[in-house]
């Protein structure tokens, strides 16, 4: 069996070596380098919390089981939990009754005191009006680059071959399967033809005159688009993911931190990314400071303007396009946390076994002028 893959980030890599090792001949096909799309630029946050319908969530738990099965000692998976604290009415109910919903599915949700989120993380500032605090423990945060530079050694001991650089110039049928023609003039003969391609995915879609599934960027602060900042290293303890009422903070690698404040993304725009003295860069520095101490020396040595992979109703895309059966579409906003259990799954259908966790999440269900609810942008603590 012969699949070309469209997109090398975390999850088009992972079904690489999956389908790799069940036998198939897999060529994978990047625009640009392995890891550079959507993979770089995500919070990275491993969790099913507030995941929503009951299967979204199902599917979301499934992904943290996969990521710990395959992680062991990988150096790629941070697995030390998550505090949130809330503070104002609205986000202090919204968070025990969230926590009260995953303490009776079985997902670890505690109230915690202020002196044991002090222990999970030394360095917190716990506002006075805090008096709600949750600690997710088997949350993680993930390394996105070195994460697929582990499938990318995996890919080459399977002897998957990864193309990068090259456009997919068209898709054209064949008898079961597809040629994918790429803009250098080579034709790849393929049994199935596998989109992994993020955000990209309507651009692939349009190839094989499959209607498009995913929202594109259209205005700033629209649901596909968010600021994530990167600080210079600093002598602050923190391991795990910190969620508060004006910023989110993560580690980011050799002591340099993460930074998400979901109410500033109002005015996020990938075409107008504001430089790291600008006003927003300044704001993101002022609320860390109200959330961890040994922060006074922080800056922002890295701003960008993240952007979702999103389908049209906020909900994973897997499954094969109706109109064109060779093309298999994967497409989701919880990349990061799906992509080992994408990797097995997707593999294991393309050889003939149907998933059941994936049942709801099939591209039919958006074809055409099917009305579907349409998510908004994240603006509060806990959402993503």
Request: glycine share 10%.
């Amino acid at each position: 069996m012969k699949v070309v893959i469209i997109g090398a980030g975390v999850v088009g890599l992972s079904i690489a070596v999956n389908l790799a090792r069940r036998g198939a001949e897999v060529t994978v096909i990047e625009r640009n380098s392995a890891g550079s799309g959507t993979s770089s630029t995500s919070y990275a946050w491993v969790n099913a919390n507030n995941k929503e319908p009951q299967s979204y969530f199902d599917l979301n738990l499934a992904g943290m089981r996969a990521h710990a099965e395959i992680a062991g000692s990988g150096a790629w998976l941070q697995q030390t939990g998550h505090v949130e604290l809330a503070t104002d009415d609205a986000h202090r109910f919204e968070l025990e009754e969230r926590t009260a919903r995953l303490q009776q599915m079985g997902y670890p949700a505690e109230h915690i005191s202020a002196s044991r989120a002090r222990e999970l993380v030394p360095d917190l500032l716990i506002p006075d009006d805090c008096d709600s605090i949750v600690s997710f423990a088997s949350e993680s945060c993930c390394y996105p680059l070195p994460f697929v530079g582990h499938l990318l050694r995996e890919a080459a001991l399977e002897g998957v071959t990864i193309l990068t650089g090259l456009n997919v110039e068209r898709l054209e049928a064949r008898g079961h399967g597809a040629n994918v023609i790429l803009e250098d003039g080579t034709v790849l003969a393929a049994n199935h033809v596998v989109s992994a391609a993020g955000r990209w995915t309507n651009q692939i879609t349009a190839l094989a005159g499959v209607p498009p599934v995913m929202f594109e960027f259209t205005e700033p602060g629209d649901v596909t688009v968010g600021y994530l900042t990167i600080t210079n290293p600093l002598p602050t303890s923190l391991t795990g993911l910190v969620t508060s009422p004006r910023l989110n903070v993560r580690p980011a690698g050799g002591g340099r931190l993460m930074l998400q404040a979901l109410d500033l993304d109002v005015s996020a725009d990938p075409t107008c990314v504001p430089d790291t003295s600008s006003v927003i860069a300044t704001e993101f520095i002022d609320r860390l400071r109200g959330v961890l101490q040994n922060t006074a020396e922080a800056e922002i040595v890295e701003l960008q303007v993240g952007q979702r992979a999103m389908p049209r109703d906020g909900l994973s895309v897997i499954g094969p396009a109706e109109s064109a059966p060779w093309l298999y579409l994967v497409a989701t906003h919880s990349g990061i946390t799906l992509a080992p259990l994408l990797g097995s799954g997707v593999a294991g259908e393309i050889f003939g076994d149907s998933e059941p966790l994936f049942a709801d999440f099939r591209p039919s269900r958006l074809a055409g002028d099917k009305v579907v609810n349409v998510p908004e942008a994240p603006r509060h603590p806990g959402e993503q």
